[in-house]
T-cell receptor, first 119, second 112 residues
Framework: DVKVTQSSRYLVKRTGEKVFLECVQD?????MFWYRQDPGLGLRLIYF???????EKGDIPEGYSVSREKKERFSLILESASTNQTSMYLC??????????????????FGPGTRLTVL | AQTVTQSQPEMSVQEAETVTLSCTYD???????LFWYKQPPSRQMILVIR??????QNATENRFSVNFQKAAKSFSLKISDSQLGDAAMYFC?????????FGTGTSLTVIP
C-alpha cells in the first residue's frame, strides 16, 4: 500500500513564525502536491512538484514556498505565518504515467493532513 | 476555465439504502478525467472511483457506481447498500489539460 505521512496532525503557531510542514511518501512517486482544505472551498492546490528540485505554483501559492530535495520528501514552508493560513493542509503524491496529461489525472494518494492553527 | 459544483453540502442515508451524490462540471476540453474521493472523519482521503471522459461505460467499484452524463456534464456517485463506514466527506474532482479542480464536498451521514 502507498503510504503518505505528514510530520504533524496538529500544529499551533504564532503569527510571524516560520512553519515547516513535511510530507513523506514511500512509493517512489514522481509527483507530490500540497493542498489546503477549508470548509466550503474544497481543496485548493498550493504547490506541486514533478521531480526532485522541480516545483510549480498551484492556484494559491502566495505566502508559501516549497522544497523537494529528495524524491520521497516534499516540504511546505510558511515564511511568516498569518492567521489567514489557519487551515487543514493535505499532502498527496502520484505516479504520473502519461506526460501529455495533467499530473493529477492519475490517482492521488493523500496523507492524513495537518491542522494548522495560527494565533 | 473549469469548475466543479457539488450542490449538496450535506446528505443522509439510512443504512442499507441507496444514496446518490450530485456533481456537475464545466470544461471546454474534450479529453478529461473525473473522480470521486472520500475523506472519512480524521482519516486519509482515498480515491473511490475514476472515470475517463472518452469511455462510454460508467465506472463501477463494488457498491459504488457513477452516472456519467457527458452531454449534461454530470457525474453523480451512487452508493448502494450504504454502510456505516461510508460516512465521510465526498469530493468530486475534474482534471483536463493542465487544470484540476475539486468540488466543495458533500458530507454524507449514514443513519443506523
Amino acid at each position: 500500500d502507498v503510504k503518505v505521512t505528514q510530520s504533524s496532525r496538529y500544529l499551533v503557531k504564532r503569527t510571524g513564525e516560520k512553519v515547516f510542514l513535511e510530507c513523506v511518501q514511500d512509493m517512489d512517486h514522481e509527483n507530490m502536491f500540497w493542498y489546503r482544505q477549508d470548509p466550503g472551498l474544497g481543496l485548493r492546490l498550493i504547490y506541486f512538484s514533478y521531480d526532485v528540485k522541480m516545483k510549480e505554483k498551484g492556484d494559491i501559492p502566495e505566502g508559501y514556498s516549497v522544497s523537494r530535495e529528495k524524491k520521497e520528501r516534499f516540504s511546505l514552508i510558511l515564511e511568516s505565518a498569518s492567521t489567514n493560513q489557519t487551515s487543514m493542509y493535505l499532502c498527496a503524491s502520484s505516479s504520473h504515467r502519461d506526460p501529455r496529461k495533467d499530473l493529477r489525472t492519475d490517482t492521488q494518494y493523500f496523507g492524513p493532513g495537518t491542522r494548522l492553527t495560527v494565533l | 476555465a473549469q469548475t466543479v459544483t457539488q450542490s449538496q453540502p450535506e446528505m443522509s442515508v439510512q443504512e442499507a439504502e441507496t444514496v446518490t451524490l450530485s456533481c456537475t462540471y464545466d470544461t471546454s476540453e474534450s479529453d478529461y478525467y473525473l473522480f470521486w474521493y472520500k475523506q472519512p472523519p480524521s482519516r486519509q482521503m482515498i480515491l473511490v472511483i475514476r472515470q475517463e471522459a472518452y469511455k462510454q461505460q460508467n465506472a463501477t467499484e463494488n457498491r459504488f457506481s457513477v452516472n456519467f452524463q457527458k452531454a449534461a456534464k454530470s457525474f453523480s456517485l451512487k452508493i448502494s447498500d450504504s454502510q456505516l463506514g461510508d460516512a465521510a466527506m465526498y469530493f468530486c474532482a475534474s482534471g483536463a489539460g493542465n487544470q484540476f479542480y475539486f468540488g466543495t464536498g458533500t458530507s454524507l451521514t449514514v443513519i443506523p
